[in-house]
């Protein structure tokens, strides 16, 4: 659950007024060639962002991942894929990463890139920096090619953390998050080899991204049995638009006692608009419309974006321990970045929730369903 403490530089002063941010107006000449416009990408932007970030009269907030993981910031870092038709992007990349960590930002995910690329990139923009962050990558990266998918057989694992430790420079890894599900390797040899890894002092915390429910239910129990390492989180794809993980895998999480980091991406959402048409949002076409009038109408009210007032929400979730961040270029992340800042109401969290739930599955459809909250009318008023 969030904490109730923000951090802020100089570390003596542990609360400071927020205020709105001025957004970017044009993109710099960066001087990148190519088919696109590197201002198209996320690493143009990157660095000048952050340091618009750190320089404003903000606080970061900070949340403990689970019962048993460490404390971590709301807002995580994804390190970006650096773009081959800029010939700075990894300057760039790594300048941002330095005014992420002067922001308060202490969790860095490098899994954008199966090939490595990313760890790379961090391990060089944190230098001596490295033990004050907490680095999250992924098994599965292909071994010489000789796997049509990544394996999680006791080798393998071994491998990948060898991997990835010689690229970060590092002798440890904070967050090991598995990915997927080897349908070939028995689910006892993997916790075991994970075990092994944790052990051997070469990852600390453990975590699983998108297993179904009753198969992270299963594993836990394993390595409580066995007395494994036990994961401590779950990444999974979470956000206004994607709350079927609300049916079956949060309940499990909150359960076990297990912390989660949204990867959150409003897809159908474009930078500072809230259009109707948003085929991503939700089943319903009709509960399309209503969800993309009701973000457009809140974030009036907070001269904000409909994209930065869906990740305030995802904030204010209490099952949410931090949040990776998914874009595809500058305006995205500076919404990103400017989110952090709003504070919704109460009564606007109560209709986003409403609009956005869920459809209900069976045995679920027959129960009685939440309304919309009275106060609906009391926010129009507000609006008008």
């Known amino acids: 659950m969030p904490c109730s403490w923000r951090w802020r530089k100089p570390p003596s002063s542990l609360w400071c007024a927020t205020r709105p941010m001025a957004r970017p107006t044009r993109a710099p000449d960066s001087g990148c060639s190519g088919p696109a416009r590197c201002a198209d990408n996320c690493t143009v932007f990157f660095a000048q ?6 320089q404003q009269d903000c606080a970061m907030h900070y949340a403990r991942l689970g019962l048993g993981g460490p404390t971590l910031s709301r807002l995580a870092c994804a390190v970006p894929r650096p773009d081959p038709a800029c010939p700075d992007a990894a300057q760039q990349t790594a300048r941002g990463i330095a005014q992420a960590l002067d922001a308060g930002i202490n969790l860095f995910d490098a899994t954008s890139c199966m090939d490595g690329m990313a760890e790379s990139l961090l391990a060089k923009a944190l230098g001596k920096r490295r033990a004050e962050v907490l680095v999250s990558s992924r098994l599965g990266a292909r071994r010489n090619g000789t796997h049509s998918h990544p394996s999680l057989s006791r080798s393998d694992i071994a491998w990948s953390i060898e991997q990835s430790l010689k690229r970060l420079g590092s002798d440890w890894l904070d967050l090991c998050v598995v990915p997927h599900e080897d349908p070939y390797t028995p689910l006892e040899e993997t916790l075991q080899a994970l075990d092994d890894m944790v052990r051997s002092g070469k990852v600390r915390y453990l975590g ?17 049995r066995h007395g494994w390492a036990p994961f401590c989180f779950g990444e999974l794809h979470y956000a206004l638009n994607t709350r079927s993980p609300e049916r079956e895998a949060i309940p499990m999480l909150q359960s076990y006692g297990l912390g989660l980091i949204a990867k959150a991406k409003p897809s159908g959402l474009k930078p500072s608009q809230g259009h109707a048409s948003c085929p ?7 509960s399309n419309h209503r969800l993309a009038e009701l973000l457009r109408d809140i974030a009036d009210g907070h001269q904000a974006s409909a994209t930065q007032i869906a990740l305030a929400w995802l904030l204010a979730r209490d099952a949410v321990s931090s949040i990776v961040p998914a874009f595809n270029n500058a305006m995205q992340h500076t919404e990103v970045l400017h989110a952090t800042t709003l504070q919704l109401s109460a009564t606007e969290l109560l209709l986003l929730d409403a609009a956005s739930a869920p459809t209900p599955l069976l045995p679920d459809w027959f129960a009685p369903q939440e309304q919309m909250p009275a106060a609906q ?4 008023r507000s609006c008008a």
Do not use: H, V
Not at 377 to 380: P, S
């Open 377 to 380: 009318g009391e926010l129009a």
């Open 208 to 224: 699983f991204a998108n297993w179904p429910a009753w198969k992270a239910a299963k594993a836990l129990e394993l390595q409580q």
């Open 49 to 54: 962002l952050m340091s618009e970030y750190s």
């Open 280 to 286: 991503t949002l939700t089943d319903s076409p009709r």
